[in-house]
């Protein structure tokens, strides 16, 4: 199946950290921008993060800005979110889809995005 596999979501404490992972299936990611978004119960969904297909520009929410970092192993065929700090409020599901890297909206979806079923991040005490 065509599409990305997210993984390393959990409950954690605030200040915590996390690493996730998303991981292309059926395609390769080489020549791609990436996006993280999330989204939360009755919230829409926020682009957090994205990383050019180059690796050397990433862009980032405010809200994330100086506590998430973007990176991406292309031989892996994986791009990873580094989440430190953690707040209750970067509580919510968690995606990686294909988009386009923006320096206004941090990222652009664009299709196919190749959307995978997210990993659960929880932050709480």
């Known amino acids: 199946q065509v599409q990305f596999v997210e993984s390393g979501g959990g409950l954690v404490q605030p200040g915590g950290s996390l690493r996730l992972s998303c991981v292309a299936s059926?395609?390769?990611?080489?020549?791609?921008?990436i996006g993280w978004f999330r989204q939360a119960p009755g919230k829409e969904r926020e682009g957090v993060s994205c990383?050019?297909?180059?690796?050397?520009?990433?862009y980032y929410a405010d809200s994330v800005k100086g506590r998430f970092t973007i990176s991406r192993d292309n031989a892996k065929n994986t791009v990873y979110l580094q989440m430190n700090s953690l707040k209750p409020e970067d509580t919510a599901v968690y995606y990686c889809?294909?988009?386009?890297?923006?320096?206004?909206?941090?990222?652009?979806?664009?299709?196919?995005?190749?959307w995978g079923q997210g990993t659960q991040v929880s932050v709480s005490s």
């Open positions: 889809a294909r988009g386009l890297c923006n320096p206004t909206v941090v990222v652009v979806i664009v299709s196919p995005s190749y």
């Open positions: 059926g395609f390769t990611l080489d020549y791609l921008d």
């Open positions: 990383i050019s297909r180059s690796g050397n520009s990433t």
